[in-house]
């Protein structure tokens, strides 16, 4: 319901604005105190706001904003028919809505004797046929730009508003004067059913579905499918012979990645302390396997000793001075020779 409610904004933003434009046009040459804006400002209007109405629901609705675009989307398959249905339906509702609004709010004798709520009219020299033609080369351009800039991803989708809102500027000011270039039947509708102007109705619903069928046929047919198609494949064929070359490189012997692929991989070598016993080779069914060796005994890793405990060192005594330490010894000496004596052994020589 978003995407609808969103299409409803938009078209209404396009109508009020545009058809807007052109009253206020008939009003300020009425007065004659003003220059008017004329056929640029009206084209400028439409223009501007297709562009901020897209910018606003785009990312929404896809800012189709047109049933034209939106039945051209569906025979494309881009759209559901459900989604079709609810498309069209709010995008007119918002026209009627906004052709509702204008008539409110602007002086009444301005939209019933000049301009009838800027419902679009073909000038005296143009007959219908004329107008379907015309209309609907005109809408062709402007679906033509939508396809290239918001539906191919290709395309600079950044700049898709000001691309499609410039498309219906020029196709104002190249058209506006022999068809009124609504290029869009919601834009007729809306005013049309307000003011009760039916005049030459086809060349307004007619005309920009056919050029909206056309733009998008020769888009898909020609500038999308095949090219994306033959982009892909290209990339892809890129690609392989970049891989091949890269593994052509790293190759020790330069052996092809063909090659290689289909070289026999030796067996892995079994292990010594395997249990599994080998199966029998072909041929040697009858012959009896060899026993497989007895697993080897866990070795049990013992601890270290501790190391043996370490007994103090008895304290040397300490001299200060050299003649002290001898005194000492000599003083020693005659003590034990002394105490042999006494107790009756030899004296010491």
Do not use: C
């Not at 995008?91 to 301009?115: H, N």
């Amino acid at each position: 319901m978003r995407k609808y409610i969103a299409e409803f904004i938009a078209v209404f933003f396009l109508v009020f604005v545009g058809a807007g434009s052109i009253v206020a046009d008939t009003y300020l040459s009425s007065l004659r105190v003003v220059d008017s804006f004329g056929l640029l400002g009206i084209a400028f209007a439409h223009g501007l706001a297709l562009a901020m109405a897209i910018a606003a629901v785009g990312h929404i609705s896809g800012g189709h904003v047109n049933p034209a675009i939106s039945i051209a989307m569906w025979v494309s398959r881009r759209l559901s028919l459900k989604d079709l249905g609810g498309y069209i339906g709010f995008q007119m509702a918002g026209a009627v809505a906004a052709a509702g609004a204008l008539k409110l709010v602007a002086p009444r004798q301005l939209y019933e004797s000049f301009t009838s709520l800027g419902v679009p009219g073909l000038a005296e020299e143009v007959n219908m046929f004329n107008g379907i033609a015309f209309e609907a080369i005109l809408t062709f351009f402007l679906a033509f730009v939508i396809w290239g800039v918001a539906v191919d991803r290709r395309g600079p989708a950044s700049i898709a508003p000001l691309a499609i809102g410039l498309t219906v500027t020029f196709a104002i000011l190249g058209g506006g004067a022999f068809v009124g270039a609504a290029l869009n039947p919601a834009r007729w509708f809306g005013p049309a059913l307000v003011a009760g102007s039916w005049d030459n109705f086809l060349v307004w619903i007619v005309g920009p579905i056919l050029g909206a069928l056309l733009a998008s046929l020769v888009y898909e047919t020609f500038l999308l499918t095949d090219d994306d198609e033959e982009v892909e494949v290209t990339v892809a064929m890129e690609m392989d012979d970049d891989l091949d070359d890269f593994e052509d490189e790293v190759s020790p012997a330069h052996v092809p990645h063909q090659t290689r692929a289909q070289e026999p991989v030796p067996p892995a070598p079994e292990s010594a302390y395997s249990t599994t016993p080998t199966p029998p080779e072909a041929g040697f069914a009858d012959r009896p396997s060899a026993p497989p060796p007895p697993p080897a005994a866990p070795r049990v890793e013992q601890p270290p000793p501790p190391p043996p405990p370490s007994e103090p060192r008895p304290s040397e005594p300490r001299f200060d001075e050299p003649d002290q330490r001898r005194d000492d010894f000599s003083a020693d000496s005659d003590e034990d020779t002394e105490q042999r004596r006494t107790d009756g052994g030899e004296p010491l020589p």
